[in-house]
T-cell receptor, first 117, second 113 residues
Framework: AQKITQTQPGMFVQEKEAVTLDCTYD???????LFWYKQPSSGEMIFLIY??????QNATEGRYSLNFQKARKSANLVISASQLGDSAMYFC??????????????FGKGTLLTVNP | DAGVIQSPRHEVTEMGQEVTLRCKPI?????LFWYRQTMMRGLELLIY????????DSGMPEDRFSAKMPNASFSTLKIQPSEPRDSAVYFC???????????FGDGTRLSIL
């Protein structure tokens, strides 16, 4: 079974609107972390936002927020007020056993977001 | 602060040649990771190091691939001999604390002809 599932291969959004990118995960660990990265067409991997499994509040970073629903094992990324520069591939990733010695990240296959003017 | 630095940015070489990719992690980061990204397989972890020691190399595809980290500020990923199917973008990343993100270099785009 895949540990990280991103069901939307591609998404379109109008500039200035909000968009939600889905991510579901599978783990039996109680302690884990969820990360979102952005990869524009230039290729670099840019960290966006982090949510720990014990964090009570949903993470926010500027226009990015994470809709964390632990019982449903989902960690959806919400981008508010989309900009043309948000057009990119977005990856969800998980690190299990975050209190221990595991530093490996498991990545989803990504969602390609296109922002239309 | 300087980020993760990879070189070269692009490499084009012929099948059978040795390829060496280089990485300088962020200073103070104890963990270093090598990834490979292709359209077919997505982002794959090849190997990672902690304090210069390889911890998990289960993602290394075969014996043609080797990685070293002789000191805290330098790592290499070597492919010998290279094959066309090794064509991919190779990323290096480094990590401090576990609840902090991995920081990626800009990648090396490798083409084996």
């Amino acid at each position: 079974a895949q540990k990280i599932t991103q069901t939307q291969p591609g998404m379109f959004v109008q500039e200035k609107e909000a968009v939600t990118l889905d991510c579901t995960y599978d783990t039996s660990d109680q302690s884990y972390g969820l990360f979102w990265y952005k990869q524009p067409s230039s290729g670099e991997m840019i960290f966006l936002i982090y949510q720990g499994s014990y964090d009570e509040q949903n993470a926010t970073e500027g226009r990015y927020s994470l809709n964390f629903q632990k019982a449903r094992k989902s960690a959806n990324l919400v981008i508010s007020a989309s900009q043309l520069g948000d057009s990119a591939m977005y990856f969800c990733a998980m690190r299990e056993g975050i209190g221990g010695s595991n530093y490996k990240l498991t990545f989803g296959k990504g969602t390609l977001l296109t922002v239309n003017p | 602060d300087a980020g993760v630095i990879q070189s070269p940015r692009h490499e084009v070489t012929e099948m059978g040649q040795e390829v060496t990719l280089r990485c300088k992690p962020i200073s103070g980061h104890d963990y270093l990771f090598w990834y490979r990204q292709t359209m077919m397989r997505g982002l794959e972890l090849l190997i990672y190091f902690n304090n210069n020691v390889p911890i998990d190399d289960s993602g290394m595809p075969e014996d043609r691939f080797s990685a070293k980290m002789p000191n805290a500020s330098f790592s290499t990923l070597k492919i010998q001999p290279s094959e066309p199917r090794d064509s991919a973008v190779y990323f290096c990343a480094s990590n401090g604390r576990p609840n902090q993100p991995q920081h990626f270099g800009d990648g090396t785009r490798l083409s084996i002809l």
